[in-house]
């Protein structure tokens, strides 16, 4: 007899631990309480992406068009026509969802779901596949369960800060805006608010960050960081690192904003807010309590192989992951899938890749230089720049550079960190690196392709001894 398996949640966590649990045997249901592919598809990675694609052609166009040979007269951007094509992009994807489950023989409820036991879900406004909803509701037996919640956007407690104030905004908002803003604040310059920041500035707003921290994307490694900021800074962005945004009032058609900075006291007249201080876990209303779930400040607390305290009962995703990123929800589910089904599976994070889809891209895994010099092991760390890089020359991105940080004695990668070209594309090279415990001896005797961006990747191996072939030798 095959195992009844629900899912809640038809994010990117949800609908791979779907089809994978179908795959192995399982009869499958997933629970989405609004549109399947979450938060990724709908109002996060998918629809950024899409805007950001848009800003980096009419940059590209505007500034780069003439140095290149390519003119084009009363250059302009329509912002409805670009929000329409992000919305033709995410409905064709979730589209393709709903055919990868039906094609694995998935069904697919609507509905709030919410555990009354370990193996009992509750769906109130329950429809079938393709409905949007429902007015009754159904309980469904499974043999287990799969919570692939997801996330929201996280609202500091701030004076003024008022969620119901339209030009209060949170990620989910910024990427409906009818209309661009003038000018806008991003409170928070994590991965959201960078990547955000890239898109407004390169359309022409006027871009404040204010971040906490004393600086930038403070996960991502310093020298990454500060080459990102200087781009961004170039575009016209202006950063207070080290600061708290400590009041936020009404001034006509303005927010006026109340900032500690390092500097002083700043105040700032905005037009647009955006929230971007990081999501939580959307546990609320689950049911995990009743069924014997524990959870630690909202997160669902779950061991390498995805499985809850409860026999049964695992949980994947936001909310339960230490990262909250689209790529690692999958994997997750593919693990907790394997576990259900009587393999055995465990989650491994060490190959985690990030990816900023800012202009210039940032990608990077494993540990940074910071963090490998916290452990005591002796590094070594080389780089090359893109700029000695003929394939970035000649497509005028070569401001970035790539680092990789090794450890001394054997030379196994510990890192790598991409600023620049194709960094969120080449940076797998580094996790498969990772995974199989590489070491500089083995990327530099891997022939890389000419003319690409990735043999700078085995240049970055090669400084690491200064032997870097295109770079001046050192006196």
């Known amino acids: 007899m095959s195992k009844r398996v629900v899912v809640i949640g038809g994010g990117p966590g949800g609908y791979v631990a779907a089809i994978r649990a179908a795959q192995l045997g399982a009869s499958v249901t997933v629970i989405e309480k609004n549109r399947l592919g979450g938060t990724c598809l709908n109002v996060g990675c998918i629809p950024t992406k899409v805007l950001l694609h848009s800003a980096e052609l009419y940059t590209a166009m505007k500034d780069e068009g003439p140095g290149i040979g390519i003119f084009a007269d009363n250059l302009r951007f329509d912002w409805t026509v670009i929000g329409q094509r992000k919305k033709t992009v995410v409905d064709h994807l979730v589209g393709g969802v709903e055919g990868l489950l039906k094609s694995n023989g998935v069904e697919c409820v609507y509905?709030?779901?919410?555990?009354?036991a370990p193996g009992s879900v509750e769906v109130s406004g329950a429809a079938g596949a393709g409905t949007a909803s429902g007015s009754g509701s159904r309980v469904i037996g499974a043999d287990?369960?799969?919570?692939?919640?997801?996330?929201?956007?996280?609202?500091?407690?701030?004076?003024?800060l008022d969620p119901k104030d339209p030009d209060i905004i949170t990620s989910d908002g910024a990427l409906s805006l009818g209309?661009?803003?003038?000018?806008i604040a991003i409170a928070g310059g994590g991965v959201i608010g960078v990547e955000l920041a890239s898109v407004f500035a390169s359309f022409g707003v006027s871009v404040t960050v204010v971040e906490m921290l004393p600086r930038i994307l403070p996960n991502v490694d310093a020298e990454a960081a500060a080459i990102l900021r200087y781009s961004l800074e170039s575009k016209g962005v202006v950063f207070y690192t080290g600061a708290r945004l400590q009041n936020v009032a009404r001034g006509g058609n303005a927010l006026e904003l109340d900032v500690a900075a390092e500097s002083g006291p700043v105040r700032l007249s905005v037009e647009k807010l955006l929230v971007a201080a990081g999501r939580r876990p959307r546990t609320a209303g689950l049911g995990l309590e009743a069924a014997g779930v524990k959870t630690d400040r909202g997160r669902v607390v779950v061991n390498d192989r995805m499985e809850t305290g409860v026999p049964n009962v695992y949980a994947i995703g936001d909310c339960a992951s230490p990262i909250m990123l689209a790529h690692v929800a999958s994997r997750e589910g593919e693990v907790a899938a394997e576990n259900i089904m009587g393999h055995r599976a465990v989650m491994d994070y060490k190959t985690v890749p990030s990816a900023i889809y800012t202009s210039p891209a940032v990608a990077s895994v494993g540990l940074s230089e910071e963090a490998a010099v916290k452990t005591g092991v002796k590094v070594r760390v080389g780089r090359f720049p893109l700029a000695a890089n003929g394939k970035s020359v000649l497509s005028g991105d070569s401001g970035g550079m790539i680092k990789i940080v090794s450890e001394e004695r054997y030379g196994e990668i510990l890192g790598v960190h991409i600023v620049g070209g194709p960094a969120t594309d080449m940076i797998g090279e580094g996790g498969l690196a990772l995974r199989l415990e590489a070491t500089l001896d083995e990327i530099v005797s891997a022939v890389h392709a000419h003319p690409t961006v990735s043999e700078a990747l085995g240049e970055a191996a090669l400084a690491s001894w200064g032997r870097a072939i295109h770079l001046p030798k050192s006196s």
């Open 179 to 183: 209309a661009l803003p003038k000018s």
């Open 111 to 116: 509905g709030e779901a919410r555990l009354t």
């Open 144 to 160: 287990a369960v799969i919570v692939a919640a997801g996330s929201e956007p996280a609202f500091p407690p701030i004076p003024g």
